[in-house]
């Protein structure tokens, strides 16, 4: 997704290649680059250094004003993972221990 007008490649986009990118699905989307590259920006943008202050759920893009939801990038992160969605024999569920359960009581 690097633009290339009149022989000038903006340096800015090979050196923080999210700013291309409006949205997570944009990057899943994306036939150019590698599945780690992929990886490597959504994970920036699922860091809380692009955490939005006053509300952290959300994400502010680099180089953008545009804010998503932790969720639609962890949604697109996982869309890169080759396991099966539902996993075979179900969720896997935690069960309290018995040496808690017996001090609860």
């Known amino acids: 997704m690097i633009d290339h007008v009149g022989n000038i490649v903006d ?13 997570p699905r944009d990057v899943v ?3 150019t680059i590698s599945t780690d590259e992929k990886r490597a920006i959504l994970a920036s943008w699922a860091s809380d250094a692009a955490a939005v202050p006053s509300n952290p759920v ?11 939801s932790i969720d639609e990038v ?32």
């Open 58 to 68: 959300l994400r502010e893009l680099p180089g953008s004003y545009r804010r998503v």
């Open 74 to 105: 962890l949604g697109a992160l996982s869309e890169l993972d080759s396991e099966p969605k539902d996993p075979p024999g179900g969720k896997p569920a935690r069960l309290k221990s018995t040496a808690r359960a017996g001090i609860a009581a």
């Open 29 to 31: 989307a994306d036939q």
């Open 11 to 23: 340096l800015n986009r090979i050196l923080h290649p999210g700013i291309a990118y409006a949205h």
